[in-house]
């Protein structure tokens, strides 16, 4: 199970990107999302999660409003629409993948199998 994430990179205050995460080894239906970030200096925090299929979203507060977590199973891809961007959204993004089962939203890292390696998001002017 490989899980890649992209789509990072520097952007100004107020803009927008959209993250990535392609995920291939086994049928990607079966995954519960979720995407994460760690500021320098700090612990990685959930920013978003998503069910398997797609109808269930849950954000951290801070988003709330701004990011969006949607998923293509046909293209096995998972995304996280960033809008609004702010300096305090500089982190290393980073998506992960369970098949754990009992819940559709997982919000808690110790919660995720599979992790992807990661792409920065640079907020700045």
């Known amino acids: 199970v490989q899980l890649q994430a992209s789509g990072g990179g520097l952007v100004l205050p107020g803009g927008s990107l959209r993250l990535s995460c392609a995920v291939s080894g086994r049928t990607f239906s079966s995954y519960a999302l979720g995407w994460f970030r760690q500021a320098p200096g700090k612990e990685r925090e959930f920013v978003a999660a998503?069910?398997?299929?797609?109808?269930?979203?849950y954000y951290t507060d801070s988003v709330k409003g701004r990011f969006t977590i949607s998923r293509d199973n046909a293209k096995n891809t998972a995304y996280l629409q960033m809008n609004s961007l702010k300096p305090e959204d500089t982190a290393v993004y980073y998506c992960a993948g369970t098949t754990s089962s009992g819940r559709t939203i997982y919000t808690k890292g110790n919660d995720y199998d599979y992790w992807g390696q990661g792409t920065q998001v640079t907020v700045s002017s």
């Open positions: 998503i069910s398997r299929s797609g109808f269930t979203t």
